[in-house]
């Protein structure tokens, strides 16, 4: 659903507004229909990985709630709903036989969303891993890369008729360094090599799956989601202005340069020692021709030449405001990042497939002072520093789109609270408010400026 009326905005008819959501953080019934083991099952249940020793178990239960889900969709006036397809719901083990029960529930998500005027697109990773495959060997083992095309070819034939738009992969950096290198992630690996051999399996896995996608002759766009970082130089001098660039290769280069036909940045490598393990073919695969780049955007850091660090850089304090993640809130580094990315590798078009911010949303009742976010006695939910942190954001949107930047859409995070990876349940992202002990739904205030914004009545 795209809007025709006029607007008060710069924002054209055609932009798609949408909000987004992931299928371990939002699903539960993990162990419901035949869904088999994912690397985030088995991660939350290792002492010291997850905040309160939280799980994905039960989450938003939104694999039974949702009617409720969509129904908040439809209020908000959303075109589009960004969510991902659990590969264990599909291949319990990573391959072999299909579990159709998991196709039903991804069948009745499109359909119900399809029947409210909202356009289903659909994440195939976005980090659960079947448990089978990691203990396997995981990412870093070719083989993956293989399974998972076997996987997205399965969902293409069945929900094909149905998707808007595809996303191969979420953010492979944190599934890659996250995962195999920093621990902080599922599966929970220290290992850099690993987590290099990783990365280029993911790309790899991206290509295979394009390939496929082409192959089957679908029409609908297909393009992949990275989370960029592009820091800005704490001054001007010249030596700050390089480790900025340098700053940027991991997560921005790594993974655009090859998915431009550009190779890995050997500097980069170089810096950490590490090598991937490019066959021929590979690159080929990687830079297939892709519809859109999908960009998630929170924050941005700011460096310092550092000649003592591997590769040079050192990050710097700042003056911005926090989030509850610790990170600056700067709207302008989101215009930075869309024009940099347009700049050096010309995507075709590109939409902002994750922007959000977490906030304290504190149960009780309203305070002198209201801190962010608040349910007052009659249920309402205060947050204006979230809904002051999206403004800002649509305002840089809105300059990109002024300058000829081919920004095509906007998906909030997240249309609720959820499991927040190895946070659990203790960061709120969402513009609705969750209660996680009887799955109640609370529409924020910030909900609602989402709503006017959709509807074009102003930022």
Known sequence: MHLDTDRSDAFPADFLWGCASASYQVEGSTDADGRG?????????TPGKVFGGATGD??????????EDISLLRGLGAGAYRFSIAWPRIFPQGSGGINEKGFDYYRRLADSLLEAGITPWATLYHWDLPQD?????????????????EYAEQCFRALGDRIAGWMTLNEPWCSSILGYMAGEHAPGRRDPQ??????HHLLLAHGLATERYRGLGMKAPIGIVINPST??????????????????DQRTALWLDPLNGRGYPERHLSALGVTVPVLPGDMERIAAPLDFLGINYYNEECVEADPSAAEGFARVPT?????EMGWDVVPDGLYRVLRKIAERWAPKALYVTENGAAFPDLPGSVPDSIPDSVPDPV??????????????????CERAISEGIPLKGYFAWSLMDNFEWAHGYSKRFGLTYVDFSDGKRTPKDSYYYYRDAVAGAGL
């Open 133 to 149: 495959l990691e203990d396997a060997g995981g990412w870093p083992v070719r083989d993956t890369a293989f399974r998972f095309a």
């Open 37 to 45: 083991e994912s690397i985030w099952d088995r991660f939350c249940r």
């Open 379 to 396: 249920g309402k939910v205060h947050d204006p520093r979230r809904i002051a942190y999206l403004a800002a954001h649509l305002k840089a």
């Open 319 to 323: 003056w911005q405001e926090k989030t």
């Open 58 to 67: 039960v989450a938003c239960d939104s694999y039974k709630k949702m009617d």
């Open 231 to 248: 820091p800005r130089p704490a001054t001007r001098r010249p030596e700050d202005i390089e480790a900025a660039e340098r700053a940027s």
């Open 194 to 199: 690993a987590a290099y051999r990783a990365a």
